[in-house]
């Protein structure tokens, strides 16, 4: 699982959840269907900062005296409908009828639209328009597809000409118009580079992504155990080396346990090699329903296997250790539909601080031989003693 973030966002992610449910109260949970909305509901949120951002814009005309104050009411009035509108719909769920169920377009053309409607109604708004459109541009760039994006950059540019045109149409005024179509000149220039931009960046975007879940798979299988998907020898060494590290930089304590199936050899030679296969795979999947999840559980080679346990005495970890003990010997025979039963010995040592990885798999080791030596099926512990000056 993993960190999910800051706990005041994740307490309104809780919340945002739990309002999903309430507008369906009769639908079966679907967990996986409910994450996706909340996604969209949460990139909906970021995306309104794009309308709070213009609107901020244009309290800075405001203050140097090129914007009357009635306009901005006016548009802030109708940014709150249109907002409060997306809301409702996602809220609902009502967005997922729809072909695109982030409604990124249809937010993207009602910004647009009231962005030009500011234009048409005061010219000085167009200082803010070519940014915002580049900025709403970028913003769809992930959410759609190649075509549609670049119908929303054509839609900017189409809105930003008509609005000019209107506003010559209605007041005649000629500087302003060619001012405007200056400006609309050059997003004109600028927006199909950027939409070209744009797409080249979500298409490195996906190669990545697609790199990285490879690599992710490729590293998950070069660490796994073919057979029994249990950590391989290779991992456990490396995890071994690991927690004997951190066991002495923070000075806690660490047990091994090396466990070893019983008379393996036998169990193969009696009902073949497939069936002890499915032996190992029994038990490993026992085993790792038995120890904590912090423990690191894998094969070292054949019948053999490791388990590390941090952060617990020794007397604990014989408790962990007997647990399998004795379900190997009660079960695993069961489930693995074996005729007979399968016991393992297992060998127990806790780490020394200081002392070679060598030595404390060599005193796991050693204790599990004596279990062998001295009947099978049963837990030995190998107690070190710390050598003092």
């Known amino acids: ?200 960046v979500r298409r490195l975007y996906r190669s990545l992504y697609m790199v990285s879940v490879k690599m992710e798979s490729i590293e998950e299988h070069a660490r796994r155990d073919e057979l029994t998907g249990s950590f391989n020898r290779r991992y456990m060494m490396a995890a071994l080396q690991q927690q004997k590290h951190l066991a002495d930089a923070t000075d806690q304590s660490l047990c091994l346990a090396v466990i070893d199936l019983d008379h393996f050899k036998r169990i193969n030679d009696e009902i073949g090699h497939l069936a002890g296969d499915e032996v190992l795979r029994t038990f490993a999947r026992l085993a790792q329903q038995s120890v904590r999840r912090e423990d690191v559980f894998g094969r070292y080679g054949g019948e053999e296997f490791l388990l590390l346990l941090p952060g617990i005495e020794l007397q604990a970890a014989f408790s962990t250790v007997e647990r399998i003990r004795a379900m190997t010997e009660t079960r695993l025979g069961i489930i693995a539909k074996v005729e007979r039963k399968v016991t393992v010995s297992i060998g127990l040592t806790q780490y020394i601080p200081g002392e070679s990885v060598l030595d404390l798999f060599a005193r796991a080791d050693t204790a599990m031989y004596l279990a062998k030596t001295g009947g099978r099926n049963q837990v030995v512990m190998q107690e070190a003693v710390e050598e003092r000056d």
């Open 1 to 200: 699982m993993r960190s999910t973030g800051h706990p005041r966002w994740q307490g309104v992610s809780a919340m945002l959840l739990w309002l999903l449910h309430l507008f369906h109260p009769n639908q079966p949970e679907r967990q996986q269907d409910d994450s996706r909305q909340l996604q969209r509901i949460r990139r909906f949120g970021r995306a309104s900062w794009i309308l709070v951002a213009w609107l901020c814009g244009l309290l800075g005309l405001f203050s140097a005296g090129q914007l009357p104050i009635l306009l901005w009411i006016e548009v802030a009035a109708l940014g709150l409908t249109g907002f409060l509108l997306f809301a409702f719909l996602l809220f609902s769920g009502l967005n997922q009828r729809a072909q695109d169920k982030t409604l990124t377009a249809p937010m993207a053309g009602c910004m647009l639209a009231l962005m030009s409607w500011a234009l048409y109604t005061t010219p000085a708004t167009q200082i803010l328009f070519s940014p915002f459109a580049l900025l709403i541009t970028m913003s769809c760039a992930f959410r759609l597809r190649e075509k549609t994006l670049l119908l929303v950059a054509l839609g900017a540019l189409f809105s930003n000409l008509a609005a000019q045109f209107l506003h010559y149409l209605v007041w005649h005024d000629r500087a302003t118009l060619i001012q405007g179509l200056m400006h609309c000149g050059a997003l004109g220039i600028t927006l199909p580079g950027f939409v070209m931009l744009a797409t080249r």
